[in-house]
């Protein structure tokens, strides 16, 4: 059988035993895409089975989130965890506690982890978890109460060498500090086994910081490889939580202007950049009175486009921070259009597969999820490494690593493009050298 006749079929297999589940198959099918060449080059991965397996997760774990709100209602939710793989460590990987959670979403997230994980070269598996639970308009109690819930099942599955998870789309430092405590609580043991923790307790500096100031980081990279800096471009950035914030911040520092944010309300339009002193007043917005980024607009007077995104503003630069598929194939031919020629995707595969096509065709330096968002679990890891040492990094040290990990990840996947005759390609030289790894991780550990 060809290779590409092997990669129809893993791909078929996969469609009849995950039937309907779209954002799942959608991440398969893009990884699978870019391994014929790979497969021509090392036929030992089709004879050990490795396509057939990887694409399999470890362990599924579902559970049963029960919980009382503040008037004494019972509600109950559904918690997951997708342990993937761990051929290169532990699982790894974040929660998140949205109400469009489920087995696809998760399984899709997990398994983008394995590969973004790998590109780090730090020794993490994959893994990604969650609940359909909203966090949004519950009381600080109401969380807690749930957090406290979802924990007492998900405690029996996870430890320090095992699974450590981490925070993602409505999961941060407050959550992930009251799934400490109760984890603490029930295994009595104060160990490294969630990253994104508040200083105090085992936290890391630059955590919260390191998926936004990474894809700005990987931008910067992506750049110099035509001998531009940030100096004076415009970006248009989605998205007003944790990787949208930093991302702005990191853009101000290094002379770009970041003109829109969004949530799921609308988009505010800044033509005059949203400055250090703007986003101070996002992160109060957004972190403390969990309000909506309309306000921005109201206070400062910029232009806000209810219920849409910032795909078509004006912009040389685009980072969507936001969710899956928020660039479909009309929002990039926007961009494009408009002159945009850098992506950095800061969002776990914000881009259909027909944007893709298009950023491809076009040769824009397009920055795909899997390398240009992993500077938050690369810090991750950094979190962990501090934790095994019972050491604190300065912010200078793990900022200097971070940007050190987020130009290795670009060289590896700028390097596997050319080797496989397809210079500049990142999303086709991500998925290969993220693969590579783990695929020879596999065979040496056997059948198992
Ligand atoms: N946190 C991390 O370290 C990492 C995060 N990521 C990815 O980055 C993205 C953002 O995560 P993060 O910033 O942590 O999450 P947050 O919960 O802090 O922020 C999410 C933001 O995206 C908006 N959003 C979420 N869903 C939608 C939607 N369906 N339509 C429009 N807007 C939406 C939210 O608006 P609203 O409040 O209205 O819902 C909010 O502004 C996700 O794709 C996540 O997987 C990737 C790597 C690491
Ligand atoms: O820091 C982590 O472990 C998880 C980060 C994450 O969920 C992601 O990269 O999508």
Redesign the pocket.
Known sequence: MSDANLIQNVYEKVCQRNAGEVEFLQAVKEVLDSLAPVLAKNPKYVDAKILERIVEPERQIMFRVPWQDDNGSVHVNRGFRIEYNSALGPYKG?L?F?P?VNASILKF?GFEQVF?NSLTTLPLGGGKGGADFDP?GKSDSEVMRFCQSFMTELCRHIGPNTDIP???????GREIGYMFGQYKKIKNAFEGVLT?KALNWGGSLI??E???YGAVYFAEQMLKTRNETFEGKVCAV????????YTVQKLNELGGKAVT?????GTIYDKDGIDDEKLAFVFEL?NVKRG??KEYADKFGAEYYEGK?PWGVKCDCAF?????N?IGKEEAQTLLNNGCYVISE?????STPEAQELYVENKILYGP?KAA?????AT?GLEMSQNSQRLSWTREEVDEKLKGIMAAIHQQCFDTAEQYGQPGNLLMGSNIAGFVKVADSMLDQGLV
């Not at 944010?261 to 309300?265: A, K, R, V």
């Open positions: 974040g998140r949205h469009t997230l973004k949004k981490a925070g993602d789309i409505g999961v941060g994104g955590r919260p390191a998926t936004g989605s998205g007003s939580g944790n990787v949208a914030q944010l969004s949530d799921s309300g957004k909506r980024i995104n969507p921070s936001a969710t899956q928020e800061g969002a776990n595969m914000p999820a968002n992993a500077g938050g679990v991750s």
